[in-house]
């Protein structure tokens, strides 16, 4: 059970009776004990996962330039790099 929290904030929002009516219906149908509590908790949960999507797309973009610059970029191989591939090199011949 989620702890009370000081709720000092209020939203206000106008909606078609058809829009109540199916709120109505699918808080009853949900189990939440208030109207506001089953509204909190399904904006709440939809909020959520358009952040965490957002984030993966976001980290996503970040991977693949990343990625891209790794491969594609014009830097040169570092000391342990080279080193290492004269390692390679000479156990493999």
């Not at 149908?29 to 965490?52: P, T, W, Y």
């Not at 491969?71 to 000391?79: A, L, S, Y």
């Amino acid at each position: 059970m989620e702890a009370q929290l000081s709720k000092d904030e209020r939203i206000e929002l106008r909606v078609s009776s058809t829009d109540k009516k199916i709120f109505r219906r699918a808080q009853k149908l949900s189990g939440d004990k208030s109207f506001s509590s089953f509204i909190v908790r399904i904006v709440k949960q939809q909020a959520e996962e358009i952040v965490a999507k957002n984030d993966r797309i976001i980290a996503t973009e970040k991977d693949r330039e990343v990625f891209f610059d790794a491969v594609f970029g014009n830097t040169k191989p570092n000391q342990n790099l080279v080193e290492a591939a004269k390692r390679y090199k000479s156990k493999k011949s």
